[in-house]
């Protein structure tokens, strides 16, 4: 038979049966169960004309059965077609990154964007949640963070590039923050959708909110500064006293306790040593450390966040940056900026998660930049997601094996408001959905007739999205 319902991303094995099941309540009709004998990664699920069954090997593959199903019956059809499917995915990490940093997006909008997560099998929302622009997070005894953190006065208009003496500022303040019991219901929320949220504290650079909140965090507390305005590189990092080194713990250690998740991210990447070479109590600590090298410093910050993490169960994830000074072992490395230094994270034994900017970074524009919104660069299409190539050509089973999964990331510096979120998002999501999950490979114009039939379940979950061409 034809294919009578698009699914995204395509399941390893749909056989359409003939007949219908006429129902106006499918969930109630759904009986679910776990079976021993299946593996835990894989679900089967049967539609009859009688009901629909579906069975799994543990609760994470029941989750995946459960999405497969809602999207099946989202649009409300009374009529649906029979069909079993079994299924399982590529890998374990279908990862989809969001900075609510530089913009901060209400809770209501990420509940949509778990949803819009979960009807696609994504497993994995990784939240940015501190930044320059901006600290989104309670942490208890820091009041400063979130009164002073979170409140950016005004923010940069248009794209940053040309003379900064000619950029103009839109005075609309940006603010918000997420008290420690809304994140524990967004991490129930996710779960219920077999989401499970990573949390990321981007340390030692990337602070220059909280180092606006408490100056004392910074290497040169005499000269204070604001939250960050515009985007780019800040070059105020973390200091090196004791009084910061407690700092990070308490953060670690307060948002450890809010997500369940076995992974913490804490960031790691553009992390300029300009202070600390300027610093004279950066130099003490050197030799206290007995480091030689400034570069150094940042491999300190890295073992000492492992080892608080270590404490509370959590395995450590960092951008790639963190492989240019010592890394422990057990950290799995998130590889954004280019397909050599995937090639090293795999050659030197660390476990790894695709990220890489060219194909999986969705601020970049879907066409020109002249007939798009707002976005960074250009040069990134639907087709670019689901064609390019995402690993080396030659990969041996062993590193093959450390391959966690693949991850699309969402930075906000141009997208405010959730509407461009999904614009953004959307539909290049469901092309991430199908090279994560591992679907049985079609042409790509074959994906573009699936996607025109499944884009009213985006409708029907209110997913702004870009129209296909």
């Known amino acids: 038979m034809s294919d009578p319902i698009s699914l995204v991303p395509l399941p390893r094995s749909v056989i359409w049966s003939s007949g219908t099941w006429e ?30 069954n579906l069975t799994a090997g543990s609760e ?11 999207q099946i019956v989202l649009t409300g059809e009374t009529s649906i077609p029979c069909v079993t499917i079994s299924d399982s995915p590529k890998y374990a990490w279908r990862g989809l990154h969001l900075d609510v940093s530089r913009h901060f997006f209400d809770i209501d909008t990420l509940h949509l964007f778990i949803d819009a997560m979960a009807l696609h099998r994504l497993n994995v929302l990784h939240l940015h949640l501190t930044d320059d ?17 979170s409140k950016r006065p005004r923010s940069l208009e248009g794209h940053m590039s040309g003379d900064p003496e000619s950029w103009t500022f839109d005075d609309t303040p940006v603010e918000g923050f997420y008290t420690q019991d809304e ?8 779960q219920n959708r077999g989401v499970m949220i990573v949390p990321e504290v981007d340390l030692p650079g990337h602070m220059q909110a909280a180092i606006a909140a408490y100056p004392e965090l910074g290497n040169f507390p ?22 910061v080194f407690d700092f990070v713990r308490d953060v670690l250690t307060q948002v450890a306790d ?23 109590d950066a130099r003490t600590r050197m030799n206290e450390w007995g480091l030689t090298r400034v570069s150094e410093i940042q491999g300190r910050f890295t073992d000492f966040a492992t080892q608080v993490l270590a404490e509370k169960g959590k395995t450590v994830v960092a ?9 422990p072992d057990d950290v799995v490395v998130m590889n954004w900026r280019t397909e050599d230094g995937l090639e090293e994270s795999l050659e ?77 998002a959307f539909p290049r999501v469901c092309a991430l959905a199908e090279r994560a999950w591992g679907s049985p490979e079609q042409s790509y114009g074959e994906f573009v007739e699936r996607l025109r039939g499944h884009l009213p379940r985006l409708d029907a979950l209110g997913v702004s999205y870009r129209p296909l061409d």
Request: hydrophobic share 40%.
């Open 23 to 52: 129902t106006t309540d499918p969930w109630a009709g759904l009986s679910v169960g776990i079976s021993e004998d299946l593996p835990r990664a894989e679900y089967t699920l049967s539609i009859t004309p009688s009901g629909a």
């Open 319 to 327: 951008w790639d940056e963190v492989l240019e000074s010592h890394v």
């Open 222 to 243: 005499a000269s204070p500064v604001q939250v960050r305005e515009v985007w780019g590189i800040s070059g105020h990092v973390l200091g090196v006293s004791d009084e």
């Open 183 to 190: 994140l524990r219901e967004l991490v129930g929320y996710a």
């Open 133 to 149: 622009q901006g600290w989104r997070v309670e942490i208890k005894g820091y009041p400063r963070l979130t009164e002073v953190g």
């Open 60 to 70: 994470a593959a029941l989750a995946d059965g459960r999405n497969t199903f809602n």
């Open 348 to 424: 030197r034994g660390f476990r790894t998660v695709v990220s890489t900017v060219k194909d999986l970074y969705f601020d970049y524009a879907q066409g020109p930049l002249k007939k798009e919104p707002l976005a960074i660069g250009e040069g990134m299409t639907l087709k670019d997601v689901y064609t390019d190539r995402l690993l080396p050509k030659k990969l041996d089973d062993e590193k093959a094996a450390l391959v966690q999964g693949i991850q699309g990331q969402l930075w906000t510096e141009y997208i405010a408001t959730p509407e461009h979120l999904g614009y953004m």
């Open 258 to 280: 809010i997500f369940p998740a076995p992974f913490f991210h804490i960031g790691g990447d553009e992390c300029p040593r300009v202070e600390w070479e300027q610093s004279a």
